[in-house]
Each structure stands twice: as structure tokens, then as C-alpha cells.
């Protein structure tokens, strides 16, 4: 047996057999045998491997180490086969940093995937960054390998890679699960050690069918949410939460207002503040701005202890061209493709995957199983699936894209990849939930990827967003003309199964804050965001809220600070925060709000048509509904009143003869509101109206929604809450008639912040009070 080592600039290496029986000596000093640093020694009768160490001497310093190439390849054949075959769901456990123990010693096994390169090199603070030190062996399928011995958790490293060309490049570890902080960018090594405490909410996941399910989602950015008197690590004068420091309020923030989910901006790895995560280099890192991996698990175990599901915002559709990072990794277009008309975003000026490789979709569906694997994350939403379906998109002209086989626009990869992605989370994450952020009418985003869909569980309704905020932006004067806006969405509503965001999208550049794109002055505004707020949580499908929305945030979202938490000394915005609880307290309580979202039977208008008062009616119904048995089943009455007017003597048919309870008024005094409402009960009539064969006479609150149910389907608990209503509503209506108006004025600071001097008050229109049907 012949031990060579390769160490430049040693004076002197000697070889420490460890095995008993090895060799005639304890140590043989080793030959050198090439100026360049080669070493080598001979144990004669020694015909297999042994264990050593080397003690290595640079004049007078020596150090004493295991030889990396003593130990075997940690890579199977049957993990290569997988690798190269693209389906190897647990790759992110085989490729990058893996701490382990190997014939007894502690240290870090390196492999990456380079298959054009001449040489990869692991180099690191544990070899002074010496790519000489730590060539890696090739391994077959493109792949490279090492152990290093005595490498652990902490170490920081890159891959030397010698490109085809013998250029020599530093590159991050695509498998890397933890990064530097930019501007730095080495990988570091990382183990795992926290221990997950959410097993129960985990089964009842995997138990549970997210469809059937309510579904309120309360979206953040970590890092302008909330924060904290200090230096900001972004050069403001607050600085970042760390992920621990999250775990002590947003949990319990969130469960407050009553949503079920978060859905966190990306937290993999990006050099780029701006991007806010969209720009991933690290597909596998959480981002080291506020603390480390262990700690992310930290936060999304107290979310699950809280009863709040998680879902990551994941982008697989571009990544950045930061030298470093994924592209042209190994010297050639590895990631991406190689012609720009097909391998880069113009717009975006950011790199393509090329999804027609195997290893690549095998990276990309290993991150987003890795999510879900490893820190025990509810499901993803996928970002611009739009740009992934299209070969033009951006507005490509003739010449800057490329066509499929067939001769068209279909990304045929980028499909096979989205259905590879789904059916592999569902088949090992049963219970998690996929959602598309898609605005194009792409068909079934959500159908069954058997029968020709994608396969996602929801899809991102872009055309009920962009159709209410057009709506809501019309002063009410005119909204009659524009009420096709309100009701069109329900003749798609079924063909996919939506999810209605009012996203991070809607509140930036220049688009203004939710509450700013409303009409009117400050308290119209206020009434008809809360207006908005009813009539998104009643529509069908899930929902999604971008965080301030709860505030009435009136400045834009920016990533540079925290939220404006100062608007809650205002009880106009406290009233929005109020608002939002008890439309997620009604949403979760009555499952017709949520049962049915993608079925048709779950859904009837009452009136679609009174485009004249701006009011539109409709009836959610929940389990049962459809069956001879039920067909008066529970259900919750939706009736909404788009301008400041209060509508009196407004007649509607509902589907039950019984008292119908007011268990939302969103004009409420509660809520900041003017207090006109039904002192919470309405008795039915026995007078048809819409195709039943009774109704109700409403009167319908300035700019205000109403939520209805029939009284016997109403618990104790929301019996009290409504007579508390009653009689706030009637201690408003008290306070009103003193002021000489239909509402207490707002406040000298709401006023001072919507920079009025005063508010008009909403009319009471007596004179135009019937019904969408003419009843009255």
C-alpha cells in the first residue's frame, strides 16, 4: 500500500498509522517526490485500506490531521443514478455540506454537481482558502465529493471551481442551507439541532383537506413588520426582528386577528434588500438577516403551536447573476440556458432556469420539498408562474424568443415541471398546499395534472384584485357604472379554485396603500376599506391580506422601515383592526363562508343587478347545500351598500322564514362607522321577493356591508356579541342625534392625517329606498 499526499510549502510529512499491526513502525516519515509538494510512503504486506494521520510541518510549526482521501466516497451509486435521473427527492441531504461522523471521526462531506468543470476544490477557513488543499474526486454523473475531517458546524466555505476554459471561479454551494450575510456570500456549514414540538398540528394536516378548509392568510415581510430601537442592519434607525424575537409576538399577533396562515416573503438567501427575497441565490438557506436556520424553526414552530399554518413565498422562475452565485457555474450555462433568448428575464435582468434538465428540475423541486421536510412549512406559493408558462413573456418581440417543438408560445418544460412539483409535494406532504401566482387564463391551473392541469391547490385570483380595486377607486357617484366590476368575477369563480389576494404587489410603486386608493375624505376612506374588507372575506374563494392592511396603512409599503403602528391611536384604525377579527371570527365560525369556495352550489345571487343603488346581494351557503333535504340549509346573507346614502326600506328575499341576525355591520360604532344598522335582528316577511318566498326589510348602512344568518344557526356567544352590537349601535345613534348627524364626527387627528378640515357626512336617501326588485 502507497500513501501520497499533496501538501505545497511542507517541509516535512510523516504518516501515524492508527490501525494496530500497520506497517513495522508507529510513524514513517514520508519521501518527498515532486517539488511541487507531493509526499508519499510505502507499507510493505499492507494490501488493504488502513487508518492514518498525517503530521504535516511548515518549519517549525506541525500540525496533525486526517488525510480527507483516507476515508471512502460517502456518494452511492444508486444517489447518482438519481441525481442524474432528476428524481431523487431527498438530493438535498446527499449534495452540499453534510455534517457526519465517518469511521469515527467528525467532519463535513462536500458534493456538488459541476459536470463541465476540470477541477472542484471544497476551499474554506479551515484551509486558508487554498483550493490546493482539498481537490475533490470526480464521482460520475457530473458530480464531485469529499469528506474533510474536523470540519463542523460554523465553517465557511466555497467551491474553486476550474472552468473548461482554466479560468479559475469561486462559487456558493447551491445545496448550501446557510450563508453569510451580504455583502458577504461564502456558505456556511450547518447542523440541525432544534426539535420540532408540533406534532399534533402536523397529523391533523396531513388529515385534513386545505379545500374544504377556511383560509384567511396574513402576509410579511420580516423585516419591515415590526422593529426594534438600535442601529438597522439596513442603515435605518430601527433594526430588524430577529426570527426568535418574531416568535415572541407575531404568533400571538396573528392569532389575535383571528387568520389562519402567514405567508412569509421569501426568507431563502438574497444579496439584494430590494428584492425583497425574489432574487434567491441561496435556494436552500434561510437568510442569515435575522438569525440562523434553527431559529426559522423556532418561529414557525410557535406559529404551529398557535394554530397558524405557514406558507413561503418561493420563486423558481429567475435567479440573480451575481458572479458567485448559480450562473454560468461551472463555466458554462449550467442552471440557465445558454441563449439569451431563452435563458434570461430582460426586465428582470436575471437568469432563466432550464427546466428541460434534469438535475435542474430535480433542484427545484428538492428546495421546495426541503421546505417542507426540514422546517415543517404548510405549503408555497409559487411566484410568476405566468413567465415560467410563456416563452414570450415580457412582451418579447420577433427574434427575442424562441418557440416550442410544436412552433408555439408553451413553455413544455417549464410545464412538465410544474406537474412534476405538485404531484411530488402531494404524494409525500399530503395536507400541504401549493398556490400559483398566475394573470393569465392559462387553463386549469388547479385541475388534476391525470387530466392535462398543473395540479396546484389554489390560484391567485389577479382579476378579482384588479376588478374590485378599480371599483373601489371610483368615487361613488359613479360606481353604477362600473358595477360589472363587483359581479363579473363570479362567472369564472368555479373554473379554478381561487384565492383572492390583496397582496405586497398593490401597495408599491406608486400604486398607494390600500386605504389611500380610496374616494372621499378621511372617514370614506375608512368606511370603504372596511366596505372592501367585507366584501372580499364574503366573495368565494380563500383570501390574502398584505400586513398594514389591518392598520389602514396610508403610506406605501416600503421595505426600509416598520409598519405605521402609531395609526392605532386612532379609532378609525383601530376600528379596521377590529373589523378584520370579526370578519375572521365569522369566516372560520360559519362554513358556508369557506366550505364550498370552488363550488357553484355554494353560491346564489339575491340581486346582481342594482346597478342604480350600487348594492349587491348574494347568499353563501355551506355543506348540504344543493341536497332535496337542505335546500334552505345554513347560510350567511351578503348585502352591500357602495355609497355613503343609507338605504331604508330595502327589501331582499331570503331562503328561510325566521328572524335573520345582523352578526356583521361593517358601518358599526365598533368599528368607527355611523352606527346605522338593524339593532342586530330582522324578522322575515311573508313577502316574496328574488325567487323566495319571503324577505327581509333592511336598512342598509352608508357604505357598509351586512353579514346575516338565520337566528338558529347562531351560537350563544355570538347571541351576546350582537346584543353588545345593539347596543353600541343604539349609544351611537344617541351620540349622532346630539351632534346633529348621522355619525360622530372623526377625530381632529384622523382629520389632521387625511389632511381635511372637515367630512362630509352621508346622505340619508329616503327618497330612492326600494328594493334591487322594486320593493319598497
Given amino acids: ?59 517549525e510549526q506541525a500540525f496533525t490531521l486526517h488525510d480527507p482521501y483516507s476515508f471512502p466516497p460517502v456518494l452511492g451509486e444508486v444517489d447518482l443514478h438519481l441525481v442524474a435521473e ?77 472552468t473548461p476554459s482554466g479560468a479559475h471561479v469561486l462559487k456558493i454551494d447551491p445545496y448550501g442551507r446557510s450563508m453569510e450575510l451580504r455583502p458577504q456570500n461564502a456558505s456556511r456549514v450547518t447542523e440541525r439541532r432544534y426539535a420540532f414540538a408540533d406534532e399534533a398540528w402536523m397529523e391533523a394536516r396531513r388529515a385534513g383537506d386545505p379545500q374544504r378548509k377556511p383560509m384567511s392568510i396574513y402576509e410579511v415581510h420580516l423585516g419591515s413588520w415590526r422593529r426594534l430601537p438600535g442601529k438597522g442592519q439596513d442603515g435605518g434607525r430601527k433594526r430588524w426582528m430577529t426570527y426568535r424575537e418574531l416568535a415572541e409576538v407575531l404568533p400571538d399577533y396573528v392569532a389575535d386577528l383571528g387568520f389562519t396562515h402567514v405567508e412569509l416573503l421569501p426568507v431563502m438567501e438574497h444579496p439584494f434588500d430590494g428584492s425583497w427575497g425574489y432574487q434567491v441565490v441561496g435556494y436552500f438557506a434561510p437568510t442569515s438577516r435575522f438569525g440562523e436556520p434553527d431559529d426559522l ?74 421546505w417542507l421536510d426540514e422546517f415543517h412549512v404548510d405549503g408555497i406559493r409559487v ?25 408555439g408560445r408553451e413553455n413544455l418544460e417549464a410545464l412538465k415541471f410544474l406537474r412534476e412539483l405538485n404531484d411530488r409535494i402531494h404524494a409525500r406532504f399530503p395536507g400541504a398546499v401549493v398556490c400559483a401566482e398566475e394573470s393569465t387564463s392559462w387553463p386549469a391551473i388547479t385541475g388534476a395534472t391525470y387530466l392535462g392541469g398543473l395540479g396546484f391547490d389554489f390560484k391567485w385570483n389577479m382579476g378579482w384584485m384588479h376588478d374590485s380595486l378599480n371599483y373601489f377607486k371610483q368615487d361613488p357617484v359613479f360606481r353604477a357604472f362600473h358595477h360589472h366590476l363587483l359581479t363579473f368575477g363570479i362567472m369564472y369563480a368555479w373554473s379554478e379554485r381561487y384565492l383572492l389576494p390583496l397582496s405586497h404587489d398593490e401597495v408599491v410603486h406608486l400604486k398607494k396603500s390600500l386605504l389611500s386608493k380610496m374616494p372621499g375624505d378621511h372617514w370614506h376612506m375608512l368606511a370603504n376599506m372596511r366596505l372592501l374588507y367585507a ?37 378609525g384604525h383601530t376600528g379596521v383592526l ?60 351578503f348585502v352591500a351598500n357602495f355609497t355613503p346614502m343609507v338605504r331604508r326600506g330595502y327589501r331582499i328575499g331570503v331562503p328561510r322564514r325566521c328572524a335573520y341576525l345582523e352578526v356583521v355591520n361593517t358601518d358599526g360604532a365598533v368599528y368607527g362607522g355611523s352606527g346605522v344598522g338593524n339593532y342586530g ?42 346584543e353588545a352590537q345593539e347596543a353600541a349601535t343604539r349609544a351611537a345613534e344617541a351620540e349622532a342625534a346630539r351632534l346633529s348627524g348621522p355619525y360622530a364626527e372623526p377625530s381632529e387627528d384622523a382629520l389632521a392625517l387625511a389632511g381635511e378640515t372637515g367630512a362630509d357626512e352621508p346622505a340619508d336617501d329616503e327618497g330612492d329606498a326600494g328594493g334591487g326588485a322594486g320593493e319598497g
Fill in 86 to 162: 432528476g428524481t431523487h427527492d431527498e438530493v438535498y441531504r446527499h449534495l452540499g455540506a453534510q455534517p457526519r461522523v465517518l469511521e469515527g471521526v467528525q467532519g463535513t462531506s462536500f458534493a456538488v454537481w459541476a459536470p463541465a468543470a476540470r477541477r472542484v476544490s471544497v476551499v474554506g477557513d479551515f484551509n486558508g482558502w487554498d483550493g490546493r488543499l482539498h481537490a475533490m474526486r470526480r464521482m460520475g454523473h457530473g458530480v464531485w465529493e469529499i469528506f474533510v475531517p474536523g470540519v463542523g458546524d460554523g465553517a465557511l466555505y466555497r467551491f474553486e471551481i476550474k
Fill in 681 to 722: 335582528r330582522v324578522e322575515a316577511e311573508a313577502v316574496p321577493s328574488h325567487g323566495f318566498a319571503q324577505s327581509l326589510v333592511l336598512t342598509l348602512p352608508p357604505l357598509g356591508a351586512l353579514f346575516l344568518v338565520p337566528e338558529r344557526d347562531v351560537t350563544e356567544e355570538e347571541s351576546a356579541a350582537i
Fill in 297 to 370: 424553526r423556532y418561529l414557525i414552530d410557535r406559529l404551529h403551536q398557535r394554530g397558524i399554518g405557514v406558507l413561503l413565498d418561493w420563486p423558481p422562475a429567475h435567479f440573480p447573476k451575481d458572479a458567485w452565485a448559480l450562473g454560468r457555474f461551472d463555466g458554462t450555462a449550467l442552471y440557465e440556458h445558454l441563449d439569451p433568448r431563452q435563458g434570461e428575464h430582460r426586465e428582470w435582468k436575471t437568469f432563466v432556469f432550464n427546466y428541460g434538465r434534469n438535475e435542474v428540475r430535480n433542484f427545484l423541486v428538492a428546495s421546495a420539498l426541503y
Fill in 383 to 407: 411566484d410568476a408562474v405566468a413567465s415560467m408558462l410563456y416563452l414570450d413573456y415580457g412582451s418579447k418581440g420577433p427574434g427575442d424568443w424562441l418557440p416550442n417543438r410544436h412552433g
Fill in 535 to 571: 366584501y372580499m372575506w364574503a366573495h368565494p374563494g380563500k383570501k390574502l391580506l398584505f400586513m398594514g392592511g389591518e392598520l389602514g396603512q396610508l403610506s406605501e409599503w416600503s421595505e426600509k422601515k416598520e409598519l405605521d403602528w402609531g395609526l392605532l391611536t386612532l379609532p
Fill in 578 to 637: 377590529q373589523l378584520l377579527k370579526d370578519l375572521n371570527r365569522a369566516y372560520q365560525g360559519y362554513p358556508a363562508l369557506h366550505a364550498l369556495d370552488d363550488q357553484p352550489v355554494g353560491f346564489r345571487w339575491i340581486d346582481a343587478n342594482d346597478s342604480a343603488q350600487s348594492v349587491a346581494s348574494f347568499i353563501r351557503y355551506g355543506e348540504g347545500a344543493g341536497r332535496p333535504e337542505a335546500p334552505r340549509g345554513i347560510h350567511v346573507v
Fill in 1 to 59: 500500500m502507497a500513501v501520497r499526499v499533496f501538501r505545497p510549502g511542507a517541509t516535512e510529512v510523516v504518516v501515524l498509522p492508527e490501525d494496530a499491526g500497520v506497517g513495522a513502525r508507529p510513524a514513517q516519515r514520508m519521501r518527498r517526490i515532486h517539488d511541487g509538494g507531493v509526499f508519499e510512503a510505502h507499507f510493505p504486506g499492507v494490501s488493504g485500506r488502513f487508518r492514518y494521520r498525517i503530521e504535516v510541518r511548515y518549519g
